[in-house]
């Protein structure tokens, strides 16, 4: 699983859980997961485009709303040229 964040754990609210819940699901599940921190406005497009394609990820979760208008369009993207990678958005519409 790829995690991708806004910002960091620092914050305590929304970008915090999403760190322990990847870490618990890593320990818990025994997954391999990547967490994207402080992903800029400018870059997030090519984050997420690189871990949807890389092929190394099942799940590319993406937590903030200001992800909303990138992600669906690379996951569209993503499905149309058969990759398996799945997306979850959260908060989402």
């Given at each position: ?11 305590l609210?929304?970008?915090y ?9 890593a320990?818990?599940?025994?997954w ?12 997030q ?19 903030g709303?200001q ?13 149309g040229?058969?990759l ?5 958005q959260?908060?989402?519409?």
């Amino acid at each position: 699983m790829a995690l991708v964040l806004g910002g960091d754990e620092t914050d305590l609210g929304f970008n915090y859980v999403a760190i322990q819940a990847a870490n618990q699901i890593a320990s818990r599940y025994g997954w391999n997961v990547s967490i994207s921190r402080d992903v800029s406005y400018s870059d997030q497009g090519g984050v997420i485009t690189s871990l949807a394609q890389s092929g190394r990820y099942d799940l590319v979760w993406v937590v903030g709303n200001q992800f909303i208008g990138t992600t669906e369009p690379i996951a569209n993207q993503s499905y149309g040229a058969g990759l398996k990678t799945l997306f979850a958005q959260v908060p989402s519409y």
